[in-house]
Structure formats: structure tokens, C-alpha cells
């Protein structure tokens, strides 16, 4: 399986806006749900949110629901995360898989740092 490579990642006061990107070299992922995910230092990585292969549906950690929105261009192979009114506690490394999430497919993330 093709790793999948998040980007758009960056540092980023209290309240400012990032959109992650999330790409699949050589690999079609338009039929299946997608996710992001999260690690923070020194925590377990959890589910931020994912959409369907459609796009007719998607689900959001009560954490970021209503601030972040989870988008897929299926002609482009290509997953978002747009994240807005971000605080320091959405500091993390943030991945892109598919829902349930296959370990060989995680790569190597995208960071986004919040600053107070």
C-alpha cells in the first residue's frame, strides 16, 4: 500500500486558520472513507474526523465540530482538513487514512503548531 502524504501543516496563532492536504501517489482512494487523525505529544493518536467516499456524510470529534471541516476532491485524489478558530490544544501531528485506518498507510504527517 502507498503511504499518504498530508502537507499544509505549520505554526499558527490562537485563532488563525490552516487547510491540510492530503494526497495518494499512484493510488485512488475515491471510493473509500477517509479520515484525519491526530497525535499530540505524548498522547495516542485520535480520530479529528472522516467523510465519506460520497461526501454525503461526515463525522467530527466533538472536539473540533464546528470549527474544522473535513472536504475530498475525488477527481484530484485529494483529502482536506479546513481548520479554523484553532487553539493550543490542536497542537499535533496530524494524519491522513482511510476510516478504519490501515497501518501501512500512515505516513509521515503533517505538524501544526498553536500559539497562545
Known amino acids: 500500500q502507498v503511504q499518504l502524504v498530508a502537507s499544509g501543516g505549520g505554526l499558527v496563532q490562537a485563532g488563525g486558520s490552516l487547510r491540510l492536504s492530503c494526497a495518494a501517489p499512484?493510488?485512488?482512494?475515491?471510493?473509500?472513507?477517509m479520515g484525519w487523525f491526530r497525535q499530540a505529544p505524548g498522547k495516542e493518536r485520535e480520530f479529528v474526523a472522516h467523510?465519506?467516499?460520497?461526501?454525503?456524510?461526515?463525522y467530527y470529534a466533538d472536539s473540533v465540530k464546528g470549527r474544522f471541516t473535513i472536504s475530498r476532491d475525488n477527481a484530484k485524489n485529494t483529502l482536506y482538513l479546513q481548520m479554523n478558530s484553532l487553539k493550543p490544544e490542536d497542537t499535533a501531528v496530524y494524519y491522513c487514512?482511510?476510516?478504519?485506518?490501515?497501518?501501512?498507510?500512515w505516513g509521515q504527517g503533517t505538524q501544526v503548531t498553536v500559539s497562545s
Open positions: 487514512n482511510t476510516d478504519p485506518p490501515t497501518t501501512r498507510s
Open positions: 499512484g493510488r485512488s482512494f475515491s471510493t473509500t472513507t
Open positions: 467523510i465519506r467516499w460520497s461526501a454525503s456524510s461526515t
